[in-house]
Nanobody
Framework: LMQLVESGGGSVQAGGSLRLSCAVS????????LGWFRQAPGKSREGIAA?????????ADSVKGRFTISKENAQNTLTLYLQMNSLKPEDTAMYYC??????????????????????WGQGTQVTVSS
C-alpha cells in the first residue's frame, strides 16, 4: 500500500520561500510519476509540477521559474520535494503530493485521466501574505 505524507507548509510573506516535503512509502518506481497539486478556496485543483520516471520535470506556467520539484531516494522510502521561491499571495492554497499511475496514458499531472491506483497525500496549507 502506497502512502504519502506531506510536511513543510506554513505562512510566509510575499517574496519568501518554503520547501514542501512528501514522504512516499510503498512506491513502485517504474509505474508511477510524482507530482504536486494545489487547490485554492473556490477553485479547482491544479497540477503545478511533475517529475516522471526518467526524472524529467515539467511545470505549470504559473510556477515556472519559481518552483522546483525534486526527489530523493533512500532505503525503502522516497522523498518528494517542492522548493517554492518568490512566493506570491496567489500561491496561497492547500498543496498535495500525488503518485499517479502511468498505465497506458502516461503522467497525468497536467492531464485529466485518473486511476484508482493513484495515491494522494493529505495536504499541507501554504499561506502567502502581501
Amino acid at each position: 500500500l502506497m502512502q504519502l505524507v506531506e510536511s513543510g507548509g506554513g505562512s510566509v510573506q510575499a517574496g519568501g520561500s518554503l520547501r514542501l516535503s512528501c514522504a512516499v512509502s510503498g512506491y513502485i518506481f517504474s509505474s508511477y510519476c510524482l507530482g504536486w497539486f494545489r487547490q485554492a478556496p473556490g477553485k479547482s485543483r491544479e497540477g503545478i509540477a511533475a517529475i516522471d520516471v526518467d526524472t524529467s520535470t515539467s511545470y505549470a506556467d504559473s510556477v515556472k521559474g519559481r518552483f522546483t520539484i525534486s526527489k530523493e531516494n533512500a532505503q525503502n522510502t522516497l522523498t518528494l520535494y517542492l522548493q517554492m521561491n518568490s512566493l506570491k499571495p496567489e500561491d496561497t492554497a492547500m498543496y498535495y503530493c500525488a503518485a499517479l499511475y502511468l498505465g497506458d496514458v502516461g503522467c497525468q499531472v497536467f492531464g485529466s485521466i485518473s486511476s484508482p491506483m493513484d495515491a494522494w497525500g493529505q495536504g499541507t496549507q501554504v499561506t502567502v501574505s502581501s
